[in-house]
């Protein structure tokens, strides 16, 4: 059974099986949220045809994060597109 991370031969260690969320939430002195997170390949990581397959693999290389909304507001303001489940995604 292979480990779950390796060196490779650059010295870099390499991830061989497995999955990872990382989030970063912070609530400031005034009880304001805000969160920063990031998945190794993106948010569809079952449909290879998906722009989001591994949209977030360069910034996971770069040890960077993204802006995780929670406010309707900021959901819709980066909204791509919008649709109920069940319905027909256009």
């Avoid at 609530?27 to 390949?41: E, G, R, T, Y």
């Amino acid at each position: 059974m292979p480990t779950p991370t390796a060196v490779d031969k650059d010295g870099c260690l390499a991830g061989n099986e497995g999955d990872s969320f990382v989030q970063l939430t912070i609530w400031d002195k005034d009880s304001n949220l805000s969160a920063q997170s990031i998945h190794q390949f993106g948010s569809a990581t079952l449909d290879e045809t998906s722009p989001h397959y591994a949209d977030q693999s360069p910034l996971f290389v770069q040890q960077k994060l993204k802006p995780a909304w929670f406010e309707e507001v900021d959901i819709r303001a980066h909204l791509e597109r919008e649709y109920v489940p069940g319905q027909e995604v256009k």
